[in-house]
């Protein structure tokens, strides 16, 4: 089956412009997170949807930093006026069942990630 | 901060060996996670282990828990060339919260 897509997969921009990432996650999948992810690092948290609902945005650097999931599917991250300091690797998953329970696993399926490079 | 953290950063051995993996960690968790990443990928779920257990078995995989040294370790047995990538643990925190908070990493280089 379809696992998470994500579109870019790639994305060169220059400092200023705006940019849309997308992510498609797996259907019928309850919960969606947005990660970055440096060099070297492991990933770290950005925002998270129950279907339609972002319950959590408190990973989001700033307010040039934004993200919905309109129709509680695909979504989408828009980070405004980049700066060289956006540049990373901006990762997509989702899972099953909504988080933020004592008894959820939590089990996450990643997308391939966009590489976002600005100039 | 509460992400884990992995040890060693780095660890290259010869196909055939086991590799081990540590993890520790600062708060009480609901579950601990390990992830692989191989070169230019996506990450991978490879298993979940709970608070309340304390191993946990999946094909070549052994992962232990022990929540009162806040510690994981992941041997990977009988390793093969494919297994080299960079592994992560990822601490959930449960009620209330809704993030995987993910190590640095241990970059794993198995040679053939």
């Known amino acids: 089956g379809a696992g998470v897509s994500q579109s870019p997969r790639y994305k060169v921009t220059k400092r200023g412009q705006d940019v849309a990432l997308r992510c498609d996650p797996i259907?019928?999948?309850?919960?969606l997170y947005w990660y970055r992810q440096a060099l070297g690092q492991g990933p770290e948290f950005l925002t998270y949807?129950?279907?339609?609902?972002?319950?959590?945005k408190s990973g989001l650097p700033n307010d040039r930093f934004s993200a919905e999931r309109p129709e509680g599917s695909i979504s989408t991250l828009t980070i405004q006026r980049t700066e060289q300091r956006d540049s990373a690797m901006y990762r997509c998953?989702?899972?099953?069942?909504?988080?933020?329970?004592?008894?959820?696993?939590?089990?996450?399926?990643f997308g391939p990630g966009t590489r976002l490079t600005v100039l | 901060s509460q992400q884990g953290e992995e040890d060693p950063q780095a660890l290259s051995i010869q196909e055939g060996e086991n590799a081990t993996m540590n993890c520790s960690y600062k708060?009480?968790?609901?579950?601990l996670q390990w992830y692989r990443q191989n070169s230019g990928r996506g990450l991978v779920h490879l298993i979940l282990?709970?608070?309340?257990?304390r191993e946990k078995h999946s094909g070549r995989l052994r992962v232990t828990l022990d929540t009162s040294k806040k510690s994981s370790s992941l041997l990977i047995t009988a390793s093969r060339a494919a297994d080299t990538a960079s592994y992560f643990c990822?601490?959930?925190?449960?009620?209330?919260?809704?993030?995987?908070?993910f190590g640095k990493g241990t970059k794993l280089s198995v040679i053939p």
């Open positions: 708060t009480s968790i609901n579950n």
């Open positions: 998953a989702s899972s099953p069942r909504a988080s933020g329970r004592s008894f959820d696993g939590n089990e996450q399926f």
């Open positions: 949807f129950n279907y339609e609902a972002q319950q959590d």
């Open positions: 259907s019928g999948h309850v919960s």
């Open positions: 282990i709970r608070s309340n257990e």
């Open positions: 990822a601490i959930y925190l449960g009620a209330g919260s809704y993030q995987l908070t």
